[in-house]
């Protein structure tokens, strides 16, 4: 038993040390976690954009007013606007520019409250807004009402990241279904057999991504079938619906093309599988699913730039939780399609016709 | 190494059994990029095939070096030509490079140094051209799985470009030939050996290739499903199509092939037709003759016989080498018995190709860890 135990024990470690990938990735994971992790999540929420205007701004400004936008400019909690009127704060509000929008009372209604309109869709930043505004006001020594109005009423974190985990969803569907398939063809031969047929290069990786695509909008739709029954996120009308369909299908595509492109390199699956599950956690994670990418530090923030999973995110909570449209969406669509033409364009040009 | 009167030069190592030297002349190997020929229609394998005989494949020094911590050099310096309409085994032990020159003729692979003609293209230039006129059945399974044996063959069918029509003709056909109908809706990974090999087999010619390359196409079957292949093999090569099969069973070159080339570490020792293969061995037949025992005088009287070459005694069994050995029985088996010697048994073979290969490359087939013998 014993002797049979260590044959086992040695070919493993074997096995283990002639994987690099392996060995690396190993080592690299927990570290990258940990630096990853720890300030993606554990950030400090400062330099908040909020927008700020009084109504009849243009009889004058109240001692309340002025006092506040004092005290604003002084705090780093906010990165304050200031707005002609309550319109043009709301419209910035509506169009994402800003977290809040603070409407003072005009000079002539005494004891009128002060209307705080905040992004409802954000997970933290709302109670930072509101606990630092408050403080703020009632530190002035001012009586002062204010009146708190969640523009997208209340969302529980549960949506919040339930609308992120369709990203998630479609990610790890092109992983195991996409990605797989194409290195599990290279590595039981079976491509040997189709690439003596004059199949294009580009046939194989845009048939790839095709079917790869087709599978991750199943996934998305299911999740969001999910989010829809479990979580409560409301579908707002038929259009709305048409809109999310098709950006989750640009998302799919998008991020099919990026795993097939990958995937193409890799003869093992073994490797691959290491580096996949590795680069899942770290788009994932400094895409802003989880914790608000304001509370990332800046280096954190360059990651997120070049994560197409960041502006899927943003574009989805955009249109599901928010009901935004495609002026608001635009341009996270052209960065998904940016990066989806350059996968494909790589993934076609890279993708070995050979068996070497 | 035995086999020195076949080395003609260094340069051109291995050539010259009985009348092949002029396949293995380099001056014979195309220098222009395409070939004057014009086809019509190269899906199908009708009139457009060469007139039998012309060459259809030309190897010129032909070379596949593996770099890796070592390199290996898996195909030295090949120069051949495949003529149209035959049957033409590549023959050698496991690691000959035999495969290795399947996957550059097929694509799959470019050569080191050298260059090839598959058809009237060029293999490095002109890959896509090649892969429309060539089918292939690669050594190890490459059937999917999870597919069943018609969907396996339509998704062959579709990367060939085939028309729906003659995929609805097609298809069953293939699946009828090789005894599969019933199973056509049958996952693939469920199949016995022998099922899939012969599935893979008809994939490969699904779409009248006029070039068929099988690597290994009934390693590791039962007689039967072999016996079942080679028919096939036969019947497609009797309707126009050019087959290359490798193979490390002599018996299969021998009931197939009508020319093989031996290969050995990379190698072309030989090309030829059986015929003059088994004519170039010196020994001409083996006689085998079972006694009681004999005097040594018997065996030196014996190697005095005309047409006997050589006379070995070993344990009661004489083993004569004679030049046609049914005319020269007789005059054997009459000797003995006036000597009075008890014959127990007689046997009287051609030599096989094995014995061909182990005489001319001076190794075994099966055997390549015994060395040479």
Redesign the interface.
């Known amino acids: 038993m014993i002797k049979g135990a260590l044959a086992i024990f040695e070919r493993d470690l074997r096995k283990f040390v002639r994987t690099p990938v392996l060995l690396l990735m190993s080592v690299i994971f927990p570290l990258v976690f940990l630096i990853i992790f720890g300030n993606a999540l554990g950030g400090t929420i400062d330099h908040i954009p909020i927008g700020v205007t009084q109504e009849d701004l243009f009889r004058g400004e109240t001692p309340l007013f002025s006092a506040a936008m004092q005290r604003m400019q002084e705090t780093e909690t906010f990165d304050i606007t200031l707005y002609r009127s309550e319109e043009h704060a709301k419209t910035a509000l509506d169009d994402g520019a800003v977290y809040a929008a603070a409407v003072f009372p005009a000079p002539y209604r005494t004891g009128g409250a002060i209307r705080l309109y905040i992004d409802s869709s954000e997970y933290l930043i709302p109670s930072v807004i509101e606990s630092g505004f408050t403080g703020l006001i009632y530190g002035l020594g001012t009586p002062a009402d204010i009146e708190i109005l969640p523009i997208y009423g209340e969302i529980e974190y549960f949506q919040f990241f339930g609308v992120a985990v369709i990203v998630l969803a479609i990610f790890t569907t092109t992983m195991f279904g996409g990605g797989n398939t194409i290195i599990m063809d290279r590595e039981m031969?079976?491509?040997?057999?189709?690439?003596?047929?004059?199949?294009?290069r580009s046939s194989i990786v845009l048939g790839m991504i095709g079917s790869g695509t087709v599978k991750a909008m199943f996934a998305a739709s299911i999740i969001l079938i999910v989010d829809v029954l479990i979580a409560g996120v409301i579908i707002r009308s038929l259009e709305n619906l048409i809109l999310i369909l098709f950006v989750l299908l640009m998302i799919s595509l998008g991020i099919t093309s990026f795993i097939i492109s990958f995937a193409s390199r890799f003869e093992s699956h073994v490797a691959y599988s290491a580096l996949v599950a590795f680069f899942n956690l770290l788009l994932f994670i400094t895409s802003g699913a989880f914790y608000p990418h304001i509370g990332m530090p800046d280096w954190l923030t360059w990651v997120s730039w070049v994560n197409p999973e960041f502006y899927s995110v943003h574009a989805l909570r955009c249109i599901i939780l928010r009901g935004q449209g495609l002026d608001v969406v635009y341009f996270d669509l052209v960065m998904i399609s940016v990066f989806s033409l350059a996968a494909i364009v790589f993934g076609i040009t890279t993708f070995r016709?050979?068996?070497? | 190494m035995r086999a020195a009167p076949f080395r003609t030069g260094a340069k051109r190592r291995w050539v010259g059994l009985s009348d092949t030297r002029d396949t293995l002349l380099p001056e014979r190997i195309p220098q222009k990029h395409t070939r004057s020929v014009t086809r019509t229609d190269e899906q199908s394998p009708g009139p457009d095939i060469p007139p039998s005989g012309t060459d259809i494949i030309t190897l010129s020094h032909l070379t596949k070096i593996f770099r890796n911590r070592t390199d290996v050099v898996a195909v030295d310096d090949v120069s051949t030509v495949v003529k149209a309409g035959e049957i033409f085994g590549l023959l050698g032990p496991n690691g000959a490079g035999k495969t290795t020159v399947i996957r550059m003729l097929t694509t799959l692979m470019r050569p080191t140094s050298g260059t090839a003609f598959v058809g009237d293209y060029e293999i490095t230039r002109d890959p896509g051209a090649i892969r429309r006129i060539i089918g292939v059945c690669p050594q190890q399974g490459t059937l999917d799985p999870d597919l069943t044996a018609r969907e396996n063959l339509n998704f062959y069918g579709k990367l060939l470009d085939l028309s729906d029509a003659e995929r609805k003709e097609r298809i069953p056909e293939l699946l009828k030939m090789v005894g599969l109908s019933d199973r056509a809706n049958t996952p693939a990974g469920t199949f016995s050996g022998g099922m899939k090999r012969k599935l893979e087999i008809v994939r490969a010619f699904i779409h009248h290739p006029r070039i068929l390359f099988l690597d290994e196409p009934t390693i590791g079957l039962d007689p039967d499903s072999r016996r079942d292949i080679w028919k096939h093999i036969r019947t497609l090569n009797e309707k126009g199509t050019t087959v290359i099969l490798t193979t490390h069973y002599m018996d299969e070159a021998e009931h197939l092939c009508d020319r093989v080339a031996f290969m050995v570490d990379g190698k072309l020792v030989a090309v030829d037709t059986l015929e003059n293969l088994k004519r170039a061995m010196p020994g001409g037949d083996l006689i085998e003759i079972g006694t009681e025992g004999v005097e040594s005088t018997v065996t030196a009287d014996l190697s005095r016989l005309e047409n006997v070459i050589r006379v070995r005694e070993a344990d009661g069994i004489i083993r004569i080498s004679a030049h046609n050995g049914s005319r020269t029985l007789p005059s054997i088996v009459s000797l003995l018995e006036h000597r009075e010697a008890v014959i127990t048994s007689i046997t009287i073979r051609s030599p096989s190709l094995e014995d061909i290969f182990i005489h001319i490359t001076g190794t075994k087939l099966d055997a390549r860890s015994g060395g040479p013998v």
């Open positions: 031969g079976i491509i040997e057999g189709y690439l003596t047929t004059p199949v294009k016709r050979t068996l070497e």
